[in-house]
C-alpha cells in the first residue's frame, strides 16, 4: 500500500528496516543466554527455599534462620543481576522496533525529496496511516520475540527433563517362583556410573515367613529394600518377587488428610477390618487424644504427629492393604519399647495380623530375632550370615560376636536417650507440643473438628489504592514520576512528529527547503527513540528493584514467622508465593505497567489531536467514555476475580506434587502412580 503512494522510496524504508534484523537476532540470542541463567538461579532460590521451609522446625530450634536468609539472597541477588541485563536488551529491542515504522517513513520521505519529487499531504498521511497500522504489530514483536526465548529455553529443560533415564519396569521380574523373594547374585548401586554398594546378594525368602535383616548402622538394609522395590539399579544376578507388596518406609510418609486417609490409602472403608488395625498398630490412645479422632486433619509430613505415630499410622496403612510381600524398614525404631512389643505381637509377630504373610522385617531389636524364621546379617554390602535364629546361636561364633556388638550399640543409643530433654511449649494458635515417654512427641491442635490448615483466602472487590501505593514505593515515588515524564515526552514527541508533517506538506513555515523539514522530522524521530529507551530502561531496571524488595520482605517474614505459621499453611502456598507471584512482579508487571502507560499516553493524545483539528468531535467523548467505562467494569471485574482463583489454585497443586515426590517410593511400591497422576 505504501508502494502505491510512494512508488520505489518505499523500498529504501524497507531496506533500513531489514539492517535492523541482525541486531535484533543478535539480542535475542543474548536474551536466550540469560533467560538460561535466570531460570538455573531461580532454581537454586526455589530448591533452597524448600529445603528451609521442609527443615524449618531443626533451623529454628538452632536459630539459623539468618543464616539460610542470606544463602538465599545470595542467590535472589545473582537472579536479579542477570534479570536487569535482560532489561537492557528488552529496552534496546523495544528501541528498535517501536522506531521502525517511523524510521520506514522518513528512509522513504527521505528518497522521495532527495530524488526530486515533491511529497504531498495526500501520500505523506495515508503513508503515515499505514505506518501507524504497522506501529501496533512492530510494538508487540519484541515482546513476542521475548516469550519465544523464553518458550524455547522452556521446552529445553522440558526436553532434558523428559528424556533422563526412567527406572527400569523390568528389571525386576515377577515370575510365579516357589519363593516369594528370590535374589540371586545381585550387586546394586545408585546410579549405573558408580561402583556396587552391596555385593553378591544371594537369598530366598519362602512364602509366609518372617525373616530379619539386621545389621549395623551403615550396612546396606535400607538398600537392600529399597532394591527389592526396584528403586536401585543392578548391573548383575536376578531379583523376583511374586505377588503384591506393600512398604513401610524407615522414614515414614504421611498425607495431608485425615489419619483415617492415611491408613485407607484409596481402599474402601472395612470398618471392621479398620478398627482392628488401629488396635493391633496401637493407634487406640492416640484417636481418643487427637481433637476430632481419625477426622483429624493431619498437615503436610505428619507435623502434628508425633515420630512414633507417624511410624504407627505407616505400618497401620500396609497392614490395612492386606498384601502378599511386606517390606518393613525398620517400623519400629520410634516407638517405646512396650508399644514395640505390643505391635511386633499383634502384627509382625507369628501371631499377628500378618502371621500369613511374607514378611522381610528390618530391625536391630535383639528380642524380636528369637522370634523370626530366618535372619540375614549385613556387613559393609555384604550378606556375612543367613540363617535360623537358633542354628546360628548354636553353631556360628560369628553371629553371636554381632548379638555382642549390637547389644552394646543399643545400650550406648539407650544412654544417650535418657540424656535428651523433654521439650514443652505452647504457641500463640493453641497448638501445643506435649512430650510422651522416650521423648515421643504428640502435637495437638485444639481447633474445632480437627481441622489444622485454613482455605486459602483471596480478595473480592477491586484492589485496594493501598496495593498500588506499596507497589510503586518499592519501586520508587521519584522513578514511577520520572517514567510517567518520559511516557508524556515519548507520546508528545510522536504526535509532533505527525503535526510537523502536516506543516511539511503545506510548507507552512517560509523561507525553509524540504531539507530543512526532514531533518527536523529526523529529530523528532530522534527524540522518540531516546525517550522510549530511557523509558523502557529505567522501568525495567527499577521495577527489577522493587520486585528484589518485595521478595526480600516477604521472605524475611516468611522465615521470622512462628511455628503456628508452617503448622496451618501448606509449603505449596509459601512456595507458590515466592516462586509464580515473584515472576510476576519480575517480568509480567513491568511489562504490564509500561503497556499501560503507553495506552493511555496514546488515547489522550489521539484524543487532544482529534479535538484541536475538530472541536465538534469533543462532545462525543463523554458519552463514548461513559459507554466505555461500563464496558470496562463488567470486564474488569470478571478478568480480576479469575486471575485471584488462577493464583489461589495454583498453590494445591505445588504442595500436591511436592508431597508426590517425597512419597514417590511408598507411591510405586503400591502401585498407586495412577491415582496421584489423576489428582495433580
Excluded at 504421611?254 to 479398620?274: A, C, P, S, V, W
Excluded at 493524545?605 to 467523548?621: D, E, K, N, R, Y
Excluded at 467514555?625 to 493464583?647: D, G, H, N, P
Amino acid at each position: 500500500f505504501i508502494y502505491s503512494e510512494l512508488g520505489n522510496a518505499t523500498f529504501v524504508g524497507i531496506g533500513v528496516l531489514t539492517l535492523l534484523m541482525p541486531i535484533n537476532l543478535v539480542l535475542g540470542y543474548f536474551m536466550k543466554v540469560f533467560q538460561r541463567q535466570q531460570m538455573k538461579f531461580k532454581d537454586q532460590r526455589l530448591k533452597s527455599m524448600n529445603e528451609v521451609l521442609s527443615g524449618v522446625k531443626i533451623l529454628k530450634l538452632y536459630a539459623w534462620e539468618e543464616s539460610f536468609l542470606e544463602q538465599i539472597l545470595r542467590i535472589r541477588k545473582k537472579e536479579i543481576h542477570v534479570l536487569k541485563k535482560n532489561a537492557v536488551l528488552n529496552a534496546l529491542m523495544s528501541l528498535f522496533w517501536t522506531v521502525a515504522p517511523f524510521t520506514v517513513g522518513l528512509g522513504a520521505f527521505a528518497f522521495t525529496i532527495l530524488s526530486g519529487n515533491q511529497l504531498t499531504a495526500d501520500s505523506a498521511f495515508v503513508t503515515l496511516s499505514y505506518l501507524n497500522i504497522m506501529r501496533v504489530p512492530f510494538t508487540m514483536l519484541p515482546m513476542m520475540i521475548l516469550l519465544v526465548v523464553q518458550v524455547k529455553v522452556s521446552l529445553k529443560r522440558i526436553n532434558d527433563f523428559i528424556n533422563t533415564e526412567n527406572l527400569d519396569p523390568e528389571s525386576i521380574s515377577h515370575k510365579l517362583l516357589k519363593n516369594v523373594v528370590t535374589m540371586q547374585h545381585v550387586d546394586v548401586k545408585c546410579s549405573p556410573d558408580m561402583d556396587p554398594f552391596l555385593k553378591d546378594i544371594d537369598f530366598q525368602i519362602e512364602t509366609g515367613s518372617l525373616t530379619a535383616i539386621v545389621g549395623s548402622v551403615g550396612s546396606g538394609k535400607t538398600s537392600l529394600i529399597s532394591a527389592l522395590l526396584g528403586e536401585l539399579d543392578f548391573n548383575c544376578g536376578n531379583i523376583n518377587t511374586r505377588g503384591t507388596i506393600a512398604y513401610v518406609p524407615q522414614q515414614p510418609w504421611i498425607q495431608h488428610g485425615t489419619l483415617k486417609e492415611n491408613i485407607t490409602f484409596g481402599r474402601e472403608l472395612d470398618e471392621d477390618k479398620y478398627k482392628q488395625v488401629i488396635e493391633a498398630c496401637a493407634l487406640t490412645r492416640d484417636l481418643d487424644i487427637l481433637p476430632a479422632g481419625d477426622q483429624t486433619e493431619i498437615g503436610e509430613k505428619g507435623l502434628n504427629l508425633s515420630g512414633g505415630q507417624k511410624q504407627r499410622v505407616s505400618l497401620a496403612r500396609a497392614v490395612y492393604r492386606d498384601e502378599d510381600l511386606y517390606l518393613l524398614d525398620d517400623p519400629l525404631s520410634a516407638v517405646d519399647s512396650h508399644v514395640g512389643k505390643h505391635i511386633f505381637d499383634h502384627v509382625i509377630g507369628p501371631n499377628g495380623m500378618l502371621k500369613n504373610k511374607t514378611r522381610m522385617f528390618v530391625t536391630n531389636g535383639l528380642p524380636f530375632l528369637p522370634e523370626t524364621d530366618n535372619i540375614v546379617v549385613l556387613d559393609k554390602g555384604t550378606i556375612s550370615i543367613k540363617g535360623s535364629y537358633h542354628s546360628l546361636l548354636g553353631n556360628d561364633t560369628k553371629f553371636s560376636k554381632f548379638l555382642k556388638e549390637l547389644d552394646n550399640e543399643r545400650n550406648e543409643n539407650n544412654d544417650l536417650g535418657h540424656r535428651r530433654n523433654t521439650l514443652q511449649y505452647k504457641d500463640t494458635e493453641n497448638i501445643t507440643l506435649k512430650s510422651e515417654q522416650n521423648s515421643d512427641y504428640m502435637l495437638i491442635n485444639n481447633k474445632e473438628n480437627g481441622k489444622l490448615t485454613q482455605k486459602e483466602a483471596f480478595e473480592t472487590g477491586s484492589v485496594k489504592h493501598k496495593v498500588y501505593q506499596y507497589y510503586f514505593k518499592s519501586v520508587g515515588l521519584k522513578v514511577c514520576i520520572l517514567c510517567m515524564l518520559l511516557q508524556i515526552l515519548w507520546t508528545g514527541s510522536n504526535k509532533m512528529s505527525n503535526y510537523w508533517l502536516d506543516l511539511w506538506t503545506e510548507n507552512a513555515i517560509p523561507g525553509y527547503d524540504s531539507i530543512f523539514y526532514l531533518e527536523v522530522y529526523a529529530g523528532l524521530g530522534g527524540f522518540q527513540a531516546l525517550f522510549n529507551f530511557m523509558l523502557m530502561l529505567v522501568f525495567g531496571i527499577k521495577a527489577l528493584q522493587g520486585a528484589s524488595s518485595l521478595h526480600n520482605e516477604m521472605l524475611v517474614r516468611v522465615l521470622k514467622s512462628p511455628m503456628a505459621f508452617y503448622d496451618t499453611t501448606p509449603i505449596g502456598r509459601i512456595v507458590n508465593r515466592l516462586s509464580k507471584d515473584i515472576d510476576v512482579c519480575d517480568g509480567t508487571l513491568p511489562q504490564n505497567m509500561t503497556s499501560w502507560l503507553n495506552a493511555i499516553s496514546g488515547f489522550t493524545g489521539t484524543m487532544v489531536s482529534i479535538v484541536a483539528v475538530l472541536p465538534i468531535l469533543g462532545g462525543l467523548f463523554l458519552p463514548a467514555c461513559i459507554v466505555f467505562i461500563v464496558i470496562q467494569k463488567l470486564y474488569v471485574a470478571t478478568s480480576r476475580q479469575l486471575k485471584r482463583l488462577e493464583s489461589v489454585s495454583r498453590s494445591p497443586i505445588y504442595s500436591q506434587f511436592g508431597e508426590t515426590l517425597n512419597g514417590i517410593s511408598t507411591i510405586r511400591a503400591y502401585k498407586s502412580q495412577e491415582e496421584f497422576t489423576r489428582k495433580a
